[in-house]
C-alpha cells in the first residue's frame, strides 16, 4: 500500500490475498494494505505456508463494487484499475515465488 500510494494509486480493501492449499480461496486472509500490527488478523508467516498476494490497485480511490451478475468488481469512482497475483511458498531459507518459474 505504501508503494503504490506514493505514486498517487490506492490499494482495494474489500479484497484480499488468501492461503493456497485444496480449495480456491483458503485462511488465512492476506491484506494488501496496511493494519495494525496487533490486530487479530495480523498473521505471522511460518515456512511450509503457501499464499497468494492478490492486491487490486485503482487510478482512483480505492473503493470498489460489485455488479449486477454478482461476480464482477469495478471502481466506484469508474477510475482505472489494475489485479495482480503471485502465489509464494513461505520456506526455511527465504521465499519462493511460485507463479514466475
Do not use: C
Not at 16 to 41: C, L, R, T, W
Not at 53 to 68: C, H, L, Q, S, W
Not at 82 to 87: G, N, Q
Amino acid at each position: 500500500e505504501a508503494f503504490v500510494k506514493k505514486h498517487g494509486y490506492s490499494a482495494v480493501r474489500d479484497l484480499v490475498g488468501h492461503g493456497v492449499g485444496y480449495f480456491a480461496h483458503e485462511e488465512p486472509n492476506v491484506f494488501n494494505y496496511q493494519i495494525s500490527q496487533d490486530d487479530p488478523d495480523n498473521i505471522v508467516l511460518e515456512p511450509g505456508m503457501v499464499i497468494a498476494i492478490e492486491p487490486m490497485i485503482n487510478a482512483g480511490r480505492f473503493n470498489v463494487k460489485i455488479t449486477k451478475n454478482g461476480y464482477t468488481f469495478v471502481t466506484s469512482d469508474s477510475s482505472w484499475s489494475a489485479h495482480f497475483e503471485h502465489s509464494v511458498a513461505i520456506l526455511e531459507k527465504g521465499n519462493l515465488v511460485l507463479t514466475s518459474l
